[in-house]
T-cell receptor
Framework: GAVVSQHPSRVICKSGTSVKIECRSL??????MFWYRQFPKQSLMLMAT?????????EQGVEKDKFLINHASLTLSTLTVTSAHPEDSSFYIC?????????????FGPGTRLTVL | QKEVEQDPGPLSVPEGAIVSLNCTYS??????FMWYRQYSRKGPELLMY????GNKEDGRFTAQVDKSSKYISLFIRDSQPSDSATYLC??????????????FGAGTQVVVTP
């Protein structure tokens, strides 16, 4: 299957700082990427849909000014957690949908564990 | 009420046994049904993908979808210790607004003991 990478894999930051997480599709182009958040022993919750060249669409309850998403190319989407607080500590996972658009072409990254002190 | 319900387990089985996992859902618009495997601190990996109702088999894995009961299942035959992981069901509706968006179950932790 195709490969999606995330960087960094783990980040620890102080409260009030901003953190950027990158999601890259390494061997395919992805017009659509998704960002999920997963709390310990809980399921993945969709945060937003990122479309190349356009504004992200956010799920209900997700603050767009806090979680900034940029999808500047067909292989890269970034999630910036602005003014992070301890309650933002979580496992952030992206997925990339291949240009064929089929569900069996949606590949997940390995995740980024964010800890806010 | 959550759209997708899945027993979080843990489910412990001896090596060689059949693992039986299931999810129920409430949204009748769901048409795409997936099962993912997730190892600790890793991203989910797609195991099975089914459109609408029916059965699908791939090696030791069998996925079943019963849309009339809003119930999906995953069976793992001849389970191995390497199958120990969290198994997540996911589903999506076939609408323009929801294309690609997955609703996940809570995940069932499976432990296969040697």
């Amino acid at each position: 299957g195709a490969v999606v990478s995330q960087h960094p894999s783990r980040v620890i930051c102080k409260s009030g700082t901003s953190v950027k997480i990158e999601c890259r599709s390494l061997d395919f182009q992805a017009t659509t990427m998704f960002w999920y958040r997963q709390f310990p022993k809980q399921s993945l919750m969709l945060m937003a849909t990122s479309n190349e060249g356009s504004k992200a669409t956010y799920e209900q309850g997700v603050e767009k000014d806090k979680f900034l998403i940029n999808h500047a190319s067909l292989t890269l989407s970034t999630l910036t957690v602005t003014s992070a607080h301890p309650e933002d500590s979580s496992f952030y996972i992206c997925s990339a949908l291949g240009t064929g658009g089929s569900y069996n072409e949606q590949f997940f990254g390995p995740g980024t564990r964010l800890t806010v002190l | 009420q959550k759209e997708v319900e899945q027993d979080p387990g843990p489910l412990s089985v001896p090596e060689g046994a059949i693992v039986s996992l299931n999810c129920t859902y409430s949204n009748s618009a769901f048409q795409y049904f997936m099962w993912y495997r997730q190892y600790s601190r890793k991203g989910p990996e797609l195991l099975m993908y089914t459109y609408s109702s029916g059965n699908k088999e791939d090696g030791r894995f069998t996925a079943q979808v019963d849309k009339s009961s809003k119930y999906i299942s995953l069976f793992i035959r001849d389970s191995q210790p390497s199958d120990s992981a969290t198994y997540l069901c996911a589903m999506s509706a076939e609408t323009t607004d929801s294309w690609g968006k997955l609703q996940f179950g809570a995940g069932t932790q499976v432990v296969v003991t040697p």
